[in-house]
């Protein structure tokens, strides 16, 4: 398949979103994370993959796993190591599967002549798994959290346990990933805002996961609508 053809058109707002988004996480990166220049790279190039991945493009997923080193070590500075664990060891790996599964599975060129992957609806069985799985990584994840002495220990794994839904649901390519994120989202502001107790330079990831939340929450409704579009239903 030509790499030409995964070209992708953002809409008006689609742009503004990506700007106010960059604007706002990378200003609270400058303004509360002088000394930490990864904290404006990670916002950077978190929130510019959300919106490559709201428009169901690959190129989201390669912007992920660079966002995930980055997180991974501005964790592992604020003594967060479920989430280094999480986004070095499972969403890093998971966005490079899930990157395999959407370029397998793209869905005919749309109007603009660009590709998106094919939305999947979830199954029973898909469902079903991502419970179970679900649940056997947060079950594991606690005693390890616990042991390495993981600050905010509750927060952090229930951050493994969101986090994980949402990059198998990404693989799954069901809009339902972007439901699982913003949740993640909503666990990561609460994590970085204790932090933040202690740090102020953590508020800069506080607006980083408000921005991607918003984003988040943006994808699952483009997603609907891609579905909608792909099953002849617009």
């Not at 904290?39 to 190039?45: D, E, F, H, R, Y």
């Not at 890093?92 to 094919?118: C, E, F, I, N, Q």
């Not at 002495?149 to 493994?160: D, E, K, P, R, W």
Request: hydrophobic share 60%; with cysteine.
């Amino acid at each position: 398949m030509h790499l030409a053809s995964w070209l992708v058109k953002f809409s008006r707002g689609e742009i503004i979103l990506w700007l106010l988004s960059v604007l706002a996480s990378a200003g609270a990166a400058l303004l509360f994370g002088t000394d930490s220049p990864l904290s404006l790279a990670a916002s950077i190039v978190g929130v510019t993959s959300l919106i490559f991945l709201a428009k169901g493009n690959p190129i989201g997923q390669v912007l992920m796993l660079v966002f995930s080193v980055l997180y991974g070590i501005i964790s592992y500075q604020a003594a967060y190591y479920g989430e280094m664990l999480t986004y070095l060891g499972m969403t890093a790996p998971m966005a490079a599967a899930a990157l395999v599964s959407w370029l397998r599975h793209p869905y005919k060129d749309d109007a603009a002549g660009a590709r998106t992957v094919a939305v999947a609806r979830l199954s029973r069985r898909s469902i079903l798994m991502t419970a179970v799985l679900t649940a056997a990584a947060t079950l594991l994840s606690w005693p390890l959290l616990a042991w390495l002495g993981t600050a905010n220990l509750f927060f952090s794994v229930l951050s493994v346990s969101t986090s994980f839904a949402a990059v198998y649901l990404t693989y799954l390519r069901s809009a339902a990933y972007a439901l699982g994120y913003a949740l993640n989202d909503a666990v990561l502001i609460v994590l970085w805002a204790l932090a933040a107790r202690d740090n102020m330079e953590c508020l800069s990831m506080v607006v980083c996961f408000a921005a991607f939340l918003i984003n988040d929450l943006y994808g699952f409704v483009n997603w609907q609508r891609m579905r909608a579009l792909q099953e002849g239903q617009m």
